[in-house]
């Protein structure tokens, strides 16, 4: 490969101020450089994860990504040359000496001067300009769909764009995603050995749910920033557990249930679209035999049944309906969907539901104020326009004609984007109105 001196001596200066110094920020430069022997989408890979971590050698020794064969030995090779030069280090005093050394390690050679630019007086021949290539679509979606992939392209077609089809390199998340993982695995091995709540064990279930919280939070304590966030969100979730534990046992004393499904696998086919997901929890009436699909939620949620109800009709929310209709075409009698908000440790556990109806309710004569009832009702009419929705959305993705991805128009979609900095036709933030 074409070597240029600016290129070599900033690999060799870098390589050096970390045999040096130790300094990470040095170190990842080198790594990612083309002369280090790893390929550019490995070493960029790496270096996110190195960031959470702190130490890009630490990382790389624990095997922290799924590589090739070659690409393993690839990133083993750089761990391994850079040590032995760290060692060196200690022994060679100058500077030049230990750069000299770099460039053997690394194969790399002082590049030719580059040759001095054409006279402004010599004549040149322009280069013959080249058809520009004929416009087309992105290319079509072909692998399977999901409800939170749909939500993506309904709340911003851009975002879906840089996740799905460009498979963009996202920044971690931070503790709030892990903090929702955490406590989704800690309730589903809790189900596991409390598959029907009751009152009479609510003690017992009061003394094994922070230990369920406790072990899942340890699993996941590496994708925490620090040790101490951990522990802070560890804290928070064990509080929390113990308020879902009192709405466990409120919802049994009323109406005695089973937990049929955790972490349920829901794989549907509509109209030749494949959709796969996950259920949280799959509950079934020990009275009428009818099920409930309950999703835990450790995030911003809608507050009222009715609000999430204009959420489905407004086509901004595909996970219960889509649930409704695997576990329909599974033979379930499903008659309630209820979100589960379990991200504040001091508030009751109050669901979200709604109950599915055949035929709506009549509705009142006079526009009522809004209601912030946590219950609701949605009909199957309304499901119904809400599965032609995703067809029509998926029939979109997969055709291939696309030829551009819309920005959202609600600035509120950009406020946690990750590809914020990346989007040139974002809107304009909301202005605050009470802002000094």
Sequence with gaps: MTQTPEEVRAFLDGVTAWCR????AHLLRAFRSRFS??????????????RRSGDLLEAIGAGRLALSPDDRDAVLAFSKTVRSLRDLA??????????????AAFAVTEARERPAAASAAEPFALAEALAPEPASGARGWKQHFSASALNTYAECPRKWYYRYLC???????????TYGTAFHLALEDFHGEFPSPRAENADEMREKIPIY???????????FDNRLEMELQKRRARRTAQRYVDWLVAEATRAPFTVIGRELEARLEMEGFAFVGFIDRLDRDDATGATSVVDYKTGIIAESAEEYRSDVLSFKDFQLPFYYWA????????????????????LDVRPVSLEVVAIPSVAPA???????????????????????RMIEICRELASGNLTAFEVATDPSACRYCV??????????PEVEKFGR
């Design 366 to 388: 006079r526009p009522a104020r809004r209601d912030a009832s946590t219950t609701g009702v949605i009909t199957i009419g309304e499901l119904e326009r809400a599965r032609a």
């Design 37 to 50: 022997g790893v390929p550019h989408d490995v070493a960029a890979a790496y270096a996110v994860v190195a």
């Design 419 to 428: 590809y914020l900095n990346a989007c040139a036709g974002r809107p304009n």
């Design 90 to 103: 200690e022994r060679e005093e100058s500077d030049d000496a230990l750069a000299q050394r770099i460039a």
């Design 21 to 24: 110094t130790g300094s990470q």
């Design 327 to 346: 576990r329909t075409a599974e033979g379930d009698r499903v008659t309630r969907l209820a979100l589960l908000p379990l991200k504040d440790a001091l």
């Design 167 to 177: 498979a963009a390199i996202e920044d971690r998340s931070g503790g709030a995603a």
């Design 213 to 223: 919280v406790n072990t899942a939070f340890e699993k996941y304590a590496n994708l």
